[in-house]
């Protein structure tokens, strides 16, 4: 089969990872930046990973999806709280037997997507991995690595077979989830107590863990979200939580995306954590209480972020 | 019928304000102090209220109660996390006919000294005032300002109705609860959503209510309260969220006590105005829900003010 031309859409901490692997690993990759363009155009990308160090010195750099070729297959790893920007820059690079794959957390996102431009062949991803941005062009990778993908209105699922394959062949675990919603909320078990809790009380995971009440918060949040996917027809099972409890005991002290877009005064993805699977949870008939709450708190701190924004420069 | 003689134990704000009000009008009062006993001793007290400003140059200021003279009325004034100190300073200033008044928030605070000191003549009180130390022996008195007591397990509620007498010629509107409980319950319906979400969202209470959010937190937290008392066999109607939300819109942009507790590293009163409260509701078959994640978060923050406690002064 031939080989894929990908297109990363989005060059962070989780692009520029993944985007990376292929790269290095010889896979054909363009990669759309922002503010580093300049810079990676000239320097190249660097990144340190816990699994070794590796750079790209040449790297195919764009600052606008108008000046990319058009990609068989488009990593979205942007926040979700620019996912509204999509529809005008995605159809410069698909072609109509491009598949784009959302790598974002949260619940609806292939959803969105799909109302906001029918006739896309959609895809999404669910990364495990500690990896964010130390400086234009250079992404640290911290813990942990591998990417979940699945179908979300794909007539077959060849191509991501193929993705799958040239993931693993650059050093990335992946597997094909068979279904894209139960990932998305199995994922959700964690990011639901860890994000928001790591904001609001201005904390990292280890330390939620480590203390008897938060500990015993999250587990019960975790629940909830268990509680809520069983409901929406997600079959999954409480042990999972204890299982990812464990999990979390065993990483490095770790702060979750959201604490790091707060601290850099970027937007948090409140709707896609908490809003969209409470209402989901909600048209089934379940309420998440715990989940609704830390909500609550955080668009209390979201509306201060945006008051403080000219002050301290807030990134919309 | 002969004047009572009082004695304030703790003078910080409360004691400071409602025990200088009794003293400026004439009562004989008596003021333990701990820190500032040797600057009100030559100071006097000073008391910048919203009601006008006023001074006592003479004040009978003491360093421990077994220098006290035995006095009719104790105003206990104290935070409820030093309310373990009681057994050992009330003895000396106590006589049969004594009756020791605990001006504290939260649930359980009567039945827990009857429980460590039987045969005291016990009654409680509930302050509802925004005042504060602002430095050694000055006292600032903001908002507010009525006091509401009620018996415990007194065979006469005459001494009380002296005590109110004494409190209104003083100039504090001063009233007496036929039921201390649900006096105790209704002021927990502010307390709850007020002092925790201004410590974790480090905030005041005009914040809390002008945010969309943090307001409908605040009302179902005041819900909460109100179908908690219900079930603990407390009539209280819904209505009342409503009118002290009203009244919150009202107040002065205001820290509640355990803010300034938290601020001032200080411990916090999470044991009265969330674990009884919800220990009590549960008794009665009712979980507070919203209170017992409120309650978390709050302790996770006192083990984190806990452990900073060498580097900044934690007072316990």
Redesign the interface.
Known sequence: MANLRYGVIGTGGLGGYYGGRLAYSGQDVHFLLNSDYEYVRMNGLRIDSVNGDFRLDQVSAYQATTDMPGCDVLLVCLKTTHNHLLPAMLPPVVHPGSVVIMIQNGLGIEEELDHRMPHLNIAGGLAFIGAGKKGPGHITHLDLGSLVIGGYNLKTIKILQQVCDDFQGAGVPCSISENLDASRWQKLVWNVPFNG?SV??N?TTD??VS????R??AL?MMLEVIHAANHCGVPMKEGLAFRMMEMTDGMVPYAPSMKLDYDFNRPMEIDAIYTRPAQKAAQAGFEM??VA?????L???E??QKLNAKTTGFKE
Chains 1, 2 share one sequence.
């Open positions: 809790m609001v009380l904390t330390q939620i203390n008897p009440s938060t015993q918060l019960e209480k715990a709450m830390l909500e609550k708190q668009r209390f701190i509306a201060r």
